[in-house]
């Protein structure tokens, strides 16, 4: 069976992991944690970054800065993943959904300043699939209307949008090194912080809301309880394991990428005949190759092509049930105008196996499989 994903080894994990272990530092913001967050500050050009525990939890902290509270409105898209809706539903917002475009699966930017309300706060835009959303567009109505632009890039660490890394372009970004994302440490996560104005309050809130992390530089002689806060800081294990995969961050996102050009390439006569879509990366993306999927017609031959390849040796899954459909979207949320395709298009969708070092044998097999599939019809 070809598993969906297989979280990525390049070398190094159990080294510095070993290393970790000999210093005898274990705990939060020790050397490796520190190496992580200088790397994502160089190569990306970021003021500050700090590992987080999750993307769930830079979330939470983003909720926590941007100084989200009850009867907040927080406008992002329903088809994406249940912490970017969480983390503010936590601090008491109601989360407004609008529809996405159906080329890239992200929030329309178009529909956003007709669901902006004098109680909005904040806009979440998802990078789904490490695609960039049109943050030209976010982040001209984020200023007109003084909101806080907070990126859910999860799946978009080595993307770009003109230029520029996905997570620096809003005021705050949030990264994902889950398992099943490009670069990993099992569970993990990143805060990148774009204004100056937020890193202090960010080192608290992710401190148990002390001012250790001044102490440790010698700038207080003791530390104390100052504000909210909450244990958002990864162990150094997760952190040097991690450390050894952002050194191969780009031999990791060249892998992926020829893996998601032969997905291509050989899926494009398919498309052509009009049996499946392909995905489509906007002029202004650079993408990372996170994830490789296709749409079918509906939700029935869906069903039928994910069980076909079961049968024939391949995992493919489907995501996301629309945030606000789910239970918890029903109290929490609501979706502004139509639905035109959040739900249909979220129901033809399935995501291709795609990870490190995926072979090409292992694709053609899963492409075969496909074609199988719809010359049977
Ligand atoms: C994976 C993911 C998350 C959550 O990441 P964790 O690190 O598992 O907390 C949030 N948003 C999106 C869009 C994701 O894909």
Redesign the pocket.
Known sequence: MIPFNIPGITGKEHEYIQDALQKRKLSGDGEYTGLCNKWFENKFDATKVLLTT??????EMAAILAEIGPGDEVIMPSY??V??ANAFVMRGAKIVFVDIRPDTMNIDENLIEAAITSKTRAIVP?H?AGVSCEMNKIMTLANKYNLVVIE?A??GVMSKYNDKYLGTIGHIG?Y???E??NYNCG???AIVLNDAKFVERAEIIREKGTDRSRFIRGQVDKYTWVDIGSSYLPSELNAAFLYAQLEHADKINDNRLRSWSQYYTELIPLEKKGSISIPIIPDACKHNAHMFYIKVSDLKERTELLSFMKENGALAIFHYIPLHSAKAGKVFSHFYGEDNYTTSESERLLRLPLYYNIQVHEIKKITDLIYTFFNRR
């Open positions: 999750s993307c769930t939890h830079a979330l994406t993943f912490s970017s998802v789904y859910d999860a799946q949030c994902s090194f889950h099943t994302k569970e993990g996560g």
